[in-house]
Nanobody, 123 residues
């Protein structure tokens, strides 16, 4: 039974930081690329970041490049997203997702999702 459980979302002021965590189970975590996705109010689903199987290469959407850092600990089956210099545009529900294929950004590439964690950036 594949499970992905996100945590770490919170209310934070502009310029603040948060670290999101995704705890995975039920599959061979180290064999799959993993994604962070988000959906902001009134907007569609957006990929934020993804990471290769070994954790040595992270990739970022232009909107978060330079501010967010993705990482993983395969020994703990855990995915992380460090978010710095947050703005109101980062307000969204954040999801982690297991990728079917590497480097393919589409809803059909995410066969399992977590329940999401809410990030709200407001003064």
């Amino acid at each position: 039974q594949v499970q992905l459980v996100e945590s770490g979302g919170d209310l934070v002021q502009p310029g603040g930081s948060l670290r999101l965590t995704c705890q995975a189970s039920g599959f061979t975590f180290s064999s799959y690329y993993m994604y962070w996705l988000r959906q902001a109010p009134g907007k569609g689903l957006e990929w934020v970041s993804y990471i290769n199987t070994g954790g040595g290469a992270g990739y970022y959407a232009d909107s978060v490049k330079g501010r967010f850092t993705v990482s993983r600990d395969n020994d703990k089956n855990t995915l992380y997203l460090q978010m710095n210099s947050l703005t109101s545009e980062d307000t969204a529900i954040y999801y982690c997702a297991k990728a079917v294929r590497p480097n393919y950004h589409s809803r059909v590439n995410y066969d399992y999702w977590g329940q999401g964690t809410q990030v709200t950036v407001s003064s």
